[in-house]
């Protein structure tokens, strides 16, 4: 069965500290592996998608399929990067099964 | 351009009364969904509908129903609410080419069954 896995309920750092929210994955297939955030009062959007190998607002995302990881990393963190993160696997025609959702909370 | 537009976005019910959320996008796109976020637990999905015409279970349909009602608007239906069904429910619409991931989400509605 699918399943995405994030450790962390809630991460706090201060402003300037590396950031790494986890995530893992299971599937049998080949994993196509997204992170979504919520800012406070906003809507849950697309912050960045493996295939892109993108860097967003300073996030990077790597895929290991060794690991099964798909962990995001900021190397200096930002207050305005406080959210809510939700690490997504995509099984086919855009289900996304998303993970528990990990707190990031940057203190000044 | 509003997007993805959800009504009501607060809604009070007692055990076995009945509503439907509504939901409308207005990007064209062909594939809409309906998830719940619980505390906990993350979004997960209840129904969902690859195009006009058709829909389909996800992973929490049980006492549910769903209508896509033409390519806007796919509304979500509780035909006897139970306290189990308090969450937080979100649509989404999303073009449907393969592996593009991005959901566009609406603001939400805050259902509490009492």
């Known amino acids: 069965a699918q399943r995405v896995t994030q450790p962390e309920k809630l991460l706090s750092v201060f402003k300037g500290a590396p950031v790494e ?17 919520q800012y406070s009062r906003q809507r849950l959007q697309l912050l960045l998608r493996h295939i892109s190998r993108e860097s967003i607002k300073g996030f990077t995302a790597d895929l290991n399929k060794g690991e099964t990881s798909f962990h995001l990393k900021k190397p ?3 207050e305005e990067d406080s959210a809510m993160y939700y690490c997504a696997l995509s099984t086919g025609f855009q289900k996304l099964v ?3 959702g990990t707190r990031l909370l940057v203190s000044p | ?5 959800q009504t009501p976005k607060f809604q009070v ?4 009364q009945s509503m439907t959320l509504q939901c409308a996008q207005d990007m064209n ?5 309906w998830y719940r976020q619980d505390p906990g637990m993350g979004l997960r999905l209840i129904y969902y509908s690859a195009s006009e015409g058709t829909t389909d279970k996800g992973e929490v349909p049980n006492g549910y129903n769903v209508s896509r009602l033409n390519k806007r608007e796919f509304s979500l239906r509780l035909e006897s609410a139970a306290p189990s069904q308090t969450s937080v429910y979100f649509c989404a619409s ?6 593009n991931g991005e959901l566009f989400f609406g603001e939400g509605s805050r259902l ?3």
């Open chain 1, 98 to 100: 998303f993970g528990t």
């Open chain 2, 94 to 99: 999303s073009v449907e080419v393969a592996g």
């Open chain 2, 1 to 5: 351009n509003a997007g993805v537009t």
């Open chain 2, 13 to 16: 019910l007692k055990t076995g």
């Open chain 1, 76 to 78: 200096f963190a930002q």
């Open chain 1, 21 to 37: 929210l986890k995530c893992n994955y299971s599937y049998s297939g080949s994993p196509e592996l997204f992170w979504y955030v």
């Open chain 2, 112 to 114: 509490t069954v009492l």
């Open chain 2, 29 to 33: 796109h062909n594939s809409m969904y």
